[in-house]
């Protein structure tokens, strides 16, 4: 195999050199995808890089989807922290303020644009209500300023959300129910890409909380233990499994190639 055909098969778009990224973003539409994260206790039995771990596994999966249909994407090093006010009072909770966050998101996204790339695409899984809110904020911001010096309407940074109705109806009954945090949604995706990181003892013998965070928040609920989860996690870690973890990340998969796709068609009719 030749050096650029070494090059032309790299995901991790730092494993490349300066010059041959550039010679690369000089031909065609070019995605780079953003795997965001966080450092927050998952129960018992996952680990504290579990979202990061997740929106990784996704970004790389869905580069591999985009090149089959011979799109040119690459993973970017991932933001690791995230904003994770919820899991204070647990030890290894390492949160971000909001506007930190969101600067950071803003400011790393015009450096990928600036470099070349056509469009940005933020993939996270970590879904406490300040870092959705950050992401959100971030993502108008960087759209208004890029359409701003671009003189057009399109969207240059985009963020798939598992918590619209077009993704989350796809997602599962606990997804769908709230109490998923570290429950059989989170925990059948790590047992699926990284079972040597699932405590299997532990999430055996963990009882299911029916408790949904979506509501707690909705009531104004401030933290995992204040809502009453006292081991962070929330619905059924004992029912997770590799099986319904494969089918979960491919329904992530298909919502970040989905999205993707939609954004480089509306670029290429403008």
């Known amino acids: 195999m030749s050096d650029k055909e070494r090059n032309q098969d790299r995901l991790a778009l730092d494993e490349l050199s300066s010059m041959d990224l550039e010679s690369q973003l000089a031909n065609g539409p070019s995605v780079a995808l953003l795997p965001l994260g966080s450092v927050e206790p998952h129960g018992p039995h996952l680990p504290l890089a579990t979202d990061r771990l997740l929106s990784q596994v996704n970004a790389d999966r869905a580069a591999l989807a985009l090149r089959e249909r011979g799109v040119k994407a690459w993973v970017a090093p991932a933001l690791p922290y ?101 429950g059989a949604y989170e925990s059948s995706m790590i047992l699926a890409s990284h079972p040597h990181l699932v405590n299997a003892e532990a999430a055996s013998s963990l009882p299911t909380l029916e408790i949904s965070l979506s509501e ?17 996690y929330t619905g059924a870690p004992s029912e997770a499994s590799a099986i319904e973890g494969e089918r979960l990340y491919h329904e992530h998969i298909n919502m970040v190639l989905t999205e993707v796709m939609e954004s480089l068609e509306v670029q290429s009719e403008v």
Not at 90 to 111: H, R, V
Not at 118 to 134: A, Y
Not at 144 to 172: C, F, H, M, T, Y
Request: charged residues 20%; proline residues 3%; contains cysteine.
């Open 82 to 182: 995230g904003v994770t006010e919820y899991a204070q009072g647990f030890c290894g909770a390492i949160s971000l303020s909001p506007m930190l966050y969101e600067n950071l998101l803003i400011e790393l996204s015009e450096q990928y644009l600036r470099a070349g790339f056509t469009l940005i695409c933020w993939i996270n899984h970590h879904l406490e209500p300040l870092q959705l809110q950050s992401i959100m904020s971030a993502l108008k911001k960087i759209n208004q300023q890029s359409r701003s010096s671009d003189k057009d309407e399109r969207n240059r940074v985009i963020a798939p959300a598992v918590v619209s109705r077009r993704w989350g109806r796809v997602l599962g009954e606990e997804f769908k129910s709230g109490a998923c945090h570290a």
């Open 216 to 232: 707690a928040i909705r009531l104004g609920k401030s933290g995992f233990k204040e809502i009453g989860m006292s081991e962070a």
